[in-house]
């Protein structure tokens, strides 16, 4: 499960970020100490209704060269897989792959498409393609059937108080604690202005955004590695109660997933080598709360920031961020009275999170801290008992969809 490469900024975002650099502009005030560059500075878009939302195209961190180069790196990594996937049954099968209905997401699968399987892989040759895109509808009538469950988990949606909207919410809570001392500090060298909030968190994020699109940025250098400390744990906050483990949907709309790749590798070799499902950070995120990958004790506060904290979003879905889950096959050789040199036929789930090895709490005894195959079912399964299920938990009627049918070579 891959999150989409590099992008612009959201509509939403953007679009508070050009109000700012508007007021700046239209302040007539010449800035003075660490904003004095913004007298000269220029908006990374010129064109924003067009590259809001989409994928970067220039730069050393563009969005379209991260997908690709990451199908590079993942074809080296399981180039016998792709041999298994394109001659089981001794003729050419495609492999199926899915995207949710975005355009930035659809253009990272393309891309990706084109670094794994090769710049032809969606054309006819000999008997049949390399690879197929399905392109699953982000509409909320999809039930349990989708790649997006944010969108069709009524109750999350409606819920102002504890759904999606919890997330933002507690953002703001902790925003307070530090965005202020920065408020304060712009003001003493530009004391004809005051920037709110919402105003100097924008500052931050364009920091980000304008590294993606012009590879550097001096946005970054108005602010402390402190700010930048707390920055990153404002993020930490927002996306577990979001959809994390924070929030009181996220892990049953994260389960869907879960079970139907849970189902995937129980079933085998038979059921195809190789899946690809790529989707936005807030689907990939309630999976991890589904699967408790990264538990703790507590949540996290607003009041202050817990450096002791797992939870980190930068480490688990940064723009270009997957997870992935490998079935392992392994021989031991085990030994007794009556058998010498037994060899047995072993299997394990091991999980990569970002091309990090990252041991399942509870279930690591295996090589390579993976679990064996029968533990990861039954806990996935149990987790499923724990969260509830999708269509009660989210208020939809019976006659919804209750699973994910469509991930099948």
């Not at 700046?24 to 010449?30: F, N, V």
């Not at 309630?286 to 979003?313: E, G």
């Not at 999980?351 to 039954?378: E, H, Q, T, Y």
Request: contains cysteine.
């Amino acid at each position: 499960m891959s999150r989409h490469a590099e992008r612009y900024p959201t509509a939403n975002a953007g679009g508070r970020m050009l109000e700012l650099v508007k007021r700046m502009r239209e302040s007539g005030i010449e800035f003075k100490g660490d904003l004095e560059f913004v007298n000269d500075w220029e908006y990374f878009s010129d064109a924003p209704e067009k590259h809001h939302e989409q994928l970067t195209t220039t730069g050393p961190y563009a969005g379209v060269l991260e997908a690709f180069t990451t199908g590079v790196k993942l074809r080296t990594r399981y180039e016998h897989l792709i041999v298994t996937s394109m001659t089981t049954g001794g003729s050419r099968n495609t492999t199926h792959l899915w995207a949710s209905h975005s355009s930035r997401v659809i253009a990272t699968a393309r891309y990706f498409s084109a670094g794994f399987f090769g710049l032809d892989w969606n054309q006819q040759s000999q008997t049949a393609a390399a690879a197929e895109l399905h392109v699953i509808p982000e509409t909320d009538d999809l039930g349990a059937d989708t790649l997006t469950p944010g969108d069709t988990c009524l109750r999350y949606r409606d819920d102002l108080e504890y759904g999606h909207d919890y997330g933002a919410a507690m953002l703001v809570k902790f925003r307070a604690t530090y965005l202020g001392g920065i408020a304060d500090r712009l003001q003493k060298q530009n004391p004809h202005v005051r920037f709110t909030h919402q105003e100097i968190y924008s500052m931050q994020e364009m920091c980000g955004f304008e590294t993606l699109v012009r590879g550097k940025s001096q946005w970054c250098h108005v602010f402390t590695r402190l700010d930048w400390m707390n920055f990153e744990y404002a993020r930490d906050v927002i996306h577990l109660y979001r959809a994390g483990p924070g929030n009181r949907y996220g892990p049953a709309m994260g389960w869907l997933w879960l079970n139907a790749t849970a189902n995937l590798l129980a079933t085998g070799p038979s059921a195809g080598p190789l899946f690809f499902s790529f989707v936005h950070d807030g689907d990939i995120i309630p999976m991890i709360a589904a699967l408790q990958l990264f538990p703790s004790s507590h949540d996290l506060p607003v009041t202050h920031v817990d450096r002791n904290r797992t939870w980190r979003t930068s480490q688990l879905t940064p723009m270009g961020g997957r997870v992935i889950f490998e079935r392992l096959s392994c021989r031991s050789t085990s030994t007794s009275h009556r058998h010498q040199d037994k060899q047995d036929n072993n299997i394990y789930v091991r999980i990569n999170v970002n091309d990090g090895i990252v041991a399942l709490p509870g279930c690591d005894g295996g090589p390579g801290k993976s679990c064996p195959l029968g533990d990861f079912a039954n806990l996935v399964r149990k987790r499923g008992e724990e969260v509830g299920d999708f269509r009660q938990v989210c208020g939809l009627g019976p006659d919804a969809a209750d699973r994910i049918t469509f991930l099948h070579q």
